[in-house]
């Protein structure tokens, strides 16, 4: 007569038990990324003044989902997987590499994916970032500056058993996505980092950065913001503020993506000195503001600083079309 082991079936009803594992599709995407470069930049302008300066080459993180949208997806993708959302909606402005990189999460990962678009006389052809959007299948929803400030009646109407992911994916998930930027760099820059600089749109990058970086936080609102109201939106996403807020409201260059000839003139520049890509809307302003404060001797010799690249560069294509036709 075959003899059971009582202990040895409980054990393989272990076994059997640790075998089901459940796979994120998410999480294996996120896994599957090269940590980005550190790269010091080395514009004679620095290197004169005694200031190092490094950016982070968030960038280079994901041709589609670069930058701080890849930082601040990170959790929102993973708890709309956990949570069974096969839909995700969100909102924009007409630029938003926010609404660009959520259109391409969702290809990737298979969600659908709504984008509400603030401007109701907007089409899915006015700039490139809205045509990628619907390109890579999301469905573009235009509403009118007045409806787009309802988000919860947007919410109601359009996002029924959606996973919503507030404009510019700014949120409390957000912020734990920005902060393994700040780990990565603590690891490839292990010295005291002086200055950490970064764009502003709806604040998500700044607060994340500040709620781990105990130094100077240099930000650069690419609107037309008033000094308080940035730091508000920042706040508003953190209670940890580790660090000093240091806001630069002077380069906005007339407003949220708008700009001019001098700051396109200063992006050429700076990219043949430096070969590094930069945009109109977000990265451009920023550096512009980095040069200027530079020269104005806002950094000291000896001192470190560390510029986040946060990609958008899906939307230079505009930009040197604007180049082009000039
Ligand atoms: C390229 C780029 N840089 C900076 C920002 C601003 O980031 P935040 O909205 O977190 O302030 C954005 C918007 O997400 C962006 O697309």
């Not at 701080?68 to 997987?81: D, G, H, I, P, S």
């Not at 970032?129 to 109601?156: C, H, P, W």
């Not at 550096?287 to 950094?299: A, P, R």
Request: glycine residues 10%; charged residues 25%; contains cysteine.
């Amino acid at each position: 007569m075959l003899k059971v082991d009582k202990t040895w079936v409980l054990n393989q009803t272990n076994v059997r038990k640790k075998e089901i594992v459940i796979v994120s599709h998410v999480a294996a995407f996120y896994e599957n990324t090269a940590q980005t470069p550190l790269q010091i930049v080395e514009d004679p302008i620095f290197i004169e003044r005694g200031v190092k300066v490094y950016i982070k080459r968030d960038d280079l993180i994901h041709p589609n989902i670069s930058g701080n949208k890849w930082r601040k997806l990170k959790y929102n993708l993973l708890e709309a997987e956990r949570t069974g959302s096969q839909k995700l909606l969100t909102f924009g402005g007409a630029f938003s590499n926010h609404i660009a990189a959520v259109a391409a999460a969702g290809q990737a990962l298979n969600f659908e994916t709504i984008g509400i678009i603030r401007g109701e006389e907007l089409t899915p052809d006015s700039n490139t970032t809205l045509q990628f959007a619907k390109t890579v299948g999301m469905q573009l929803i235009f509403v009118s500056r007045t409806d787009y400030r309802n988000k919860e009646e947007l919410e109601n109407r359009h996002g029924k058993g959606a996973f919503i992911i507030p404009e510019g994916g700014s949120n409390a998930l957000a912020i734990e996505g920005v902060k393994e930027v700040m780990q990565e760099i603590a690891a490839q820059l292990p010295q005291e980092i002086d200055y950490v600089c970064t764009a502003l749109g709806t604040g998500g990058t700044a607060a994340g950065i500040t709620s781990v970086f105990d130094g100077r936080v240099v930000v650069f609102p690419s609107l037309k913001i008033k000094n308080e109201e940035a730091e508000q939106m920042i706040l508003q996403l953190t209670n940890v503020c580790k660090g000093t807020l240091d806001i630069k409201t002077d380069y906005h260059f007339g407003g949220y993506g708008k700009s001019n000839e001098r700051l396109l003139e200063f992006i050429k520049n700076f990219e043949q000195i430096n070969l590094i890509p930069l945009e109109q809307v977000y990265t451009g302003k920023m550096m512009f503001g980095i040069y200027d404060l530079l020269l104005k001797g806002y950094f000291k010799k000896g001192d470190v600083v560390v510029v986040i690249h946060t990609g958008g560069l899906q939307g230079r294509n505009s930009f040197l079309d604007e180049i082009k036709r000039k």
